[in-house]
């Protein structure tokens, strides 16, 4: 199975800040890579999917890069509703697998 | 709206059994193919299952292979997961899911998951 490591797993910022997070992939996946962000007690919301492709309505605040084993999240400025939990996955190959979670939280 | 509704979860014995559904509503179901997605209490998320559009292919996570089985039913827009011997470490929040379709060279390929329904929860103790 294909391991999916997020770093960092917690993530201190503010209002405004410009944060990165960075999945990894244990074997190339190609750009077949989605990411998500999770409010607490919510279900996952889909943001961008081959790496880099925002989901249609998705704020422009969100950008995705990489390819192969390697990819990143970046959110421009963060907003209050972007303290949450993101999550990238996989879908090179089944089973598909997730990273661990990311917690962005108010600094 | 494009909605995703589960329902069937609830408490249950180890090594007992349980059925949940999901309905769809505000979309052409058939066309997707859909997932099942859990997450035990303060933990990550756990992809369990997938099922192509027509039901023919189906794909499973180490983790139930052998105990959980995805089918649907396209005639009713509704998604199943049929749940045996069940541990303690299967009590989570159930998701279902469907599949951002894009086409691939030309061909529709599932992209994500760009639809959630609320979750469902099921306990085992």
């Known amino acids: 199975d294909i391991q999916m490591t997020q770093s960092p797993s917690i993530l201190s910022a503010s209002v405004g800040d410009r944060v990165t997070i960075t999945c990894r992939a244990s074997?190339?996946?190609?750009?077949?890579l989605a990411w998500y962000r999770q409010k607490p007690g919510t279900a996952p919301d889909l943001l961008i999917y081959?790496?880099?492709t925002l989901k249609s309505g998705v704020s422009s605040r969100f950008s995705g890069s990489g390819s192969g084993t390697e990819f990143t999240l970046t959110i421009s400025s963060l907003q209050p509703g972007d303290f949450a939990t993101y999550f990238c996955q996989q879908y090179n190959i089944y089973p598909w697998t997730f990273g661990q979670g990311t917690k962005v939280e108010i600094k | 709206d494009v909605l995703l509704v589960e329902s069937g979860g609830g408490l249950v014995k180890p090594g007992g059994s349980l059925r949940l559904s999901c309905v769809g509503s505000?979309?052409?179901?058939?066309?997707?193919?859909m997932d099942w997605v859990r997450q035990a209490p303060g933990k990550g998320l756990e992809w369990l299952a997938s099922?192509?559009?027509?039901?023919?292919?189906?794909y499973y996570a180490d983790s139930v292979k052998g105990r959980f089985t995805i089918s649907r039913d396209n005639t009713r827009e509704s998604l199943f997961l049929q749940m045996n011997s069940l541990r303690a470490e299967d009590t989570a929040v159930y998701y279902c899911a469907r599949d951002l379709m894009v086409a691939i060279v030309s061909v529709p390929a599932p992209q994500g998951m760009d639809v959630w329904g609320h979750g469902t929860t099921v306990t085992v103790s």
């Open positions: 081959k790496a880099s």
């Open positions: 074997q190339t996946i190609s750009t077949w």
């Open positions: 505000g979309f052409p179901f058939a066309n997707y193919s």
């Open positions: 099922i192509s559009t027509s039901g023919r292919y189906m």
